[in-house]
Structure formats: C-alpha cells, structure tokens
Nanobody
Framework: VQLVESGGGMVQPGGSLRLSCAAS????????MSWVRQAPGKGPEWVSA????????YYADSVKGRFTISRDNAKNTLYLQMNSLKPEDTALYYC????????????WGQGTQVTVSS
C-alpha cells in the first residue's frame, strides 16, 4: 500500500491550492478516504472524509465551505481543493485510508506541506 501526497506549497491568505493523493497497492475504490492535517506543535486534526463512491463527503467545521474533497477511482487519486486559505490552515496534510473493520486509519501518506502566509 502506498499513498503519495502532492500539491502543497506556500500561498497568500485567500489563495487556493489543490492537493492530490495517489494511491497504489490496493483497490482504491473499496476504501473510504480522509485528509488529516497537523500544524506545528499541535496534534493531528481530521479535515475531511469521502466514502468509496464519492457520493458522501464530510468536513470539519473549520474548513466547511472552503475545502472540497473528491476522488477519481479510475485514476486511484484523492483530492482536496482548498479555497480561501487562512494562516491557521498551515499544516502538514496527510491522506489516510480508513479500515472499516477496525474503525481506524491503517495507512497514511508522507504528507505535503501547506503554508499560508503573507
């Protein structure tokens, strides 16, 4: 199993970024997926989740209305469109595979850094 995030970078407040997570080594379409972030000096924060088919999406209150999670099962790729970025969105963003049988995330990517600063 491999999850590889990309698309992070530095952006000014109010800007946008699109993160991608390329999945391999498993049947991507069979798993719910999530984005989780960790800011410097803080614990992990769940950001968003999407079900296997992409028809159900969930967001933390802190990003609702600004971020959009999506997936392309044909391309084995998870996305996070981030708009109206704020300095408090600065964090390392991870994609994670959710294992329903154990009710936990069992695989994580290496993360991609997002920095929002003027």
């Amino acid at each position: 199993v491999q999850l590889v995030e990309s698309g992070g970078g530095m952006v000014q407040p109010g800007g946008s970024l699109r993160l991608s997570c390329a999945a391999s080594g498993f049947t991507f379409s069979s798993y719910d997926m999530s984005w989780v972030r960790q800011a410097p000096g803080k614990g992990p924060e769940w950001v968003s989740a999407i079900n296997t088919g992409g028809g159900s999406t969930y967001y933390a209150d802190s990003v609702k209305g600004r971020f959009t999670i999506s997936r392309d099962n044909a391309k084995n790729t998870l996305y996070l469109q981030m708009n109206s970025l704020k300095p408090e969105d600065t964090a390392l963003y991870y994609c994670a595979r959710f294992l329903q049988t154990l009710d936990k995330y069992d695989y994580w990517g290496q993360g991609t850094q997002v920095t929002v600063s003027s």
